[in-house]
Structure formats: structure tokens, C-alpha cells
T-cell receptor, first 114, second 114 residues
Framework: DTGVSQNPRHKITKRGQNVTFRCDPI?????LYWYRQTLGQGPEFLTY????????KSRLLSDRFSAERPKGSFSTLEIQRTEQGDSAMYLC????????????FGSGTRLTVV | AQSVSQHNHHVILSEAASLELGCNYS??????LFWYVQYPGQHLQLLLK??????LVKGIKGFEAEFIKSKFSFNLRKPSVQWSDTAEYFC????????????FGGGTRLMVKP
């Protein structure tokens, strides 16, 4: 098991473009979380899935953001019409229900909107 | 809503100095508390956690933290830091009414001078 994998590691995009990130969790983990981390701040919760169901979304997740986990395995986070304020590190984490908050984090995708 | 505050944004120490990083949370119910570390260019890693029991928790790499319920605090300590401890440290909390969503503090950037 190689842990939580996120792709791409870096993404530079022009304002107004759409971007999509992918997260592959640890295979037996049924919970998957997305966080956003801006410079000098701690990670902020965006959304989480239990299997394929999206159970909670933060107010930070505007209408331009959408996340999916179609088969309860990998997840995608799409940002439409990107804005400069979307520039951040997007972190994915996974855990196994019933093991408490024992998250494993991925290395993140760093988005820069120019 | 739960929140976490870390008092020191930047700390600079010489090797062998003792370390204490402050963390306070606001939530009156049952909490689980965590310290994560992020080394330069790497993903978040769990240093230690408190769920219940002995309020003095020992983690990896010689770190420990003490949960003081009356003070809503969970300070991180290490008796003697090393240059390799240079990293950013995040305190985080989950609570009984917030599922497994981690709420992070703003982080403390530690630099250890050799």
C-alpha cells in the first residue's frame, strides 16, 4: 500500500479555466476527505465521502466546486471558472470507519491561478 | 462550532533547546485532539493523538502533549529539539458532534538552528 495518492502535484491555470484533481485513497478506507490549505494557514475542511456518498460539504465549497467519488474508490475535485483566490494546496485524506479519526493524508495538489 | 488556536506562528530555537507549542480549542463536549507535523515538501503526518485515558500522550520522535481539560489546552512539548524537527506543526480537534472532521489550528512554523 502506497498511501494516499494525489494527482497532479502541481497545477498552474489561467483564471476562468476549469481544473480537476484526483485522489486515490488507501484501498480499504471507506472515508475520503478534501481539505484546502492556503499559505500560513491550517488545512480547512471542504467535504467528505463515506463510500460513494457525499455526507458533508463546508460553506467554503462554493457552487464552482464539485467533488465526486463515483465508485467509492478514487475521488475527483473539480473547480470551474477558477479565480485567483482558489490558489491553494488541496489535500486529500482517507480513513476507515470505526478507527476513529486516524487519517492518512496525501501530499496534496498545489493550484496556482494566474 | 469547534475552533483551534495556536499562539505561536513562528518559533526559532537552537538545537538541544526545549520546545513547547501552545494549542487551545473551543468546544465544551467530548473531543479528540491531534498534533500533526509537515516537513518541508512532505505531507501531513500524525505526531500523536489523544482520545481518552492518560492526559499525557507520548508520540513519535520524542514528542509528547498534555491534555488539560480545564484549560482547553493540548500543548506539544519536546525536551531537546534537533535540526530535523524543523517543520510546521498543526494542532487539530474532532468532536462528538462533528463526525470525524478535523478542525486545524493555523500552524506553528518551527525552525531549529544547528
Amino acid at each position: 500500500d502506497t498511501g494516499v495518492s494525489q494527482n497532479p502535484r502541481h497545477k498552474i491555470t489561467k483564471r476562468g479555466q476549469n481544473v480537476t484533481f484526483r485522489c486515490d485513497p488507501i484501498s480499504e478506507h471507506n472515508r475520503l476527505y478534501w481539505y484546502r490549505q492556503t499559505l500560513g494557514q491550517g488545512p480547512e475542511f471542504l467535504t467528505y465521502f463515506q463510500n460513494e456518498a457525499q455526507l458533508e460539504k463546508s460553506r467554503l465549497l462554493s457552487d464552482r466546486f464539485s467533488a465526486e467519488r463515483p465508485k467509492g474508490s478514487f475521488s475527483t475535485l473539480e473547480i470551474q471558472r477558477t479565480e485567483q483566490g482558489d490558489s491553494a494546496m488541496y489535500l486529500c485524506a482517507s480513513s476507515l470507519l470505526g478507527t476513529g479519526s486516524r487519517y492518512t493524508f496525501g501530499s496534496g495538489t498545489r493550484l496556482t491561478v494566474v | 462550532a469547534q475552533s483551534v488556536s495556536q499562539h505561536n506562528h513562528h518559533v526559532i530555537l537552537s538545537e538541544a533547546a526545549s520546545l513547547e507549542l501552545g494549542c487551545n480549542y473551543s468546544y465544551g463536549g467530548t473531543v479528540n485532539l491531534f498534533w500533526y507535523v509537515q516537513y518541508p515538501g512532505q505531507h501531513l503526518q500524525l505526531l500523536l493523538k489523544y482520545f481518552s485515558g492518560d492526559p499525557l500522550v507520548k508520540g513519535i520522535k520524542g514528542f509528547e502533549a498534555e491534555f488539560i481539560k480545564s484549560k482547553f489546552s493540548f500543548n506539544l512539548r519536546k525536551p531537546s529539539v534537533q535540526w530535523s524537527d524543523t517543520a510546521e506543526y498543526f494542532c487539530a480537534v474532532t468532536s462528538d458532534n462533528a463526525g470525524n472532521m478535523l478542525t486545524f489550528g493555523g500552524g506553528t512554523r518551527l525552525m531549529v538552528k544547528p
